[in-house]
């Protein structure tokens, strides 16, 4: 995509991302499907997700409270269970 105003766009992140990247090594995915799969998953749990931009975990931790938090790790969560059944039903 083209970026006209040529801002670093590595200065912010989609919260999520990491979310479902942790679960996804937490769960041990890569181990258990190929990376073409996990891949599928990674972006089937996403699509499933708000985004949640941030440009500093910190500025996360300091702008929510701890329900907060606990609710997006569980949607991440929740997220993946979905994308596995539907990267299942494909195979």
Known sequence: MNN?????????????????LHEVGERQLHKQFDEGTVLDII??????LPARYIRHPINL???????E?????????????????QVAKRQ
């Open 43 to 48: 972006c089937t749990a996403l699509n499933q």
């Open 69 to 85: 938090q606990d609710a997006m790790a569980l949607k991440a969560s929740e997220a993946v269970d979905y994308a596995l059944t």
């Open 4 to 20: 006209p105003a040529n801002i670093d766009t590595d200065t912010f992140d989609n919260y999520y991302e990491s979310l479902v």
């Open 61 to 67: 931790y300091f702008y929510s409270s701890q329900a």
